[in-house]
């Protein structure tokens, strides 16, 4: 199958940001639609309508799509797919529900288990990023014109970005190998795009997360040259596996 990578992505940046105005409309209103799925993980009106916005969009593509939001569709199925789209319509619920504006949508285009584009959405911020192996990655603020985003190449750990929302004791141990970084606590995967940015060097990630929690932001970090590997074993996070949990990670510089 021949793919426009380029074409592809300007889908996905339009499918995300559709979403987000989906996102928002909800996000300004009096009823959010609060449910709790079998997780315990809390579900909105937002999360749904943004998974329908964003199908709509890459339905025209005729590339399959795995969405937190969508069917569960068995490994017997997904396994045969050579390309497929993971789309989390909306990461980040818990702090979407605190109205602290860190929540994201992600939409990640996979060839065999690996992203080779990403893009990352964050509406409050009106913050819009993407990556792929032949345009490098982009962001863009608001109406501004978009600039390239390039990485640091110095290796020196000054700040760490670690998950708002779950810090464990295996979290506090791996920051204490670095007494003298600074610490940035964030929601969502905002937290990979600091990396992104230059304006930390590290994400260590020592709680579970899905494949699509981190697909969209590893498609712009590879771009970028930068990776997100598993540990203990320090290779590169694979995608469309029959359990899609992902392992412990730690997002850096290659």
Avoid at 21 to 36: C, H, K, P, T, W
Avoid at 111 to 119: D, F
């Amino acid at each position: 199958m021949g793919i426009n990578i380029e074409q592809l992505t300007q889908t996905a940046v339009m499918a995300a940001r559709a979403a987000g105005n989906r996102i928002m409309q909800v996000y300004q209103s009096a009823d959010f639609g609060l449910e709790y799925k079998s997780d315990k993980s809390p579900l909105t009106k937002a999360d749904k309508a943004a998974h329908d916005e964003i199908i709509n969009h890459l339905k025209n593509t005729e590339i399959p799509i795995l969405s937190e939001e969508g069917r569960n569709i068995p490994y017997e199925e997904r396994e045969k797919w050579e390309y497929f789209w993971m789309v989390d319509p909306l990461d980040g619920t818990k702090e979407f529900v605190k109205k602290n504006g860190e929540f994201t949508v992600n939409i990640a285009l996979i060839h065999k288990n690996k992203p080779i584009m990403g893009v990352l959405y964050a509406p409050v911020l009106d913050w819009m990023y993407w990556g792929n192996g032949t345009e490098g990655a982009w962001k863009q603020e608001g109406q501004q014109a978009p600039f390239e985003l390039k990485l640091d190449n110095k290796h020196e750990v000054k700040t760490i970005v670690v998950s708002l929302s779950h810090q464990s004791e295996e979290t506090k141990k791996f920051m204490q190998a670095y007494p003298n970084a600074n610490i940035i606590n964030m929601g969502s995967s905002l937290k990979f795009m600091l990396l992104a940015e230059n304006k930390a060097q590290i994400y260590p990630r020592f709680a579970p997360t899905m494949e699509w929690d981190t697909a969209a932001a590893h498609g712009i970090l590879l771009s970028l040259g930068a990776d997100i590997f598993k540990i203990p074993e320090n290779e590169s996070l694979v995608y469309n596996k029959e359990n899609l949990l992902n392992p412990f990670f730690i997002a850096r510089n290659k």
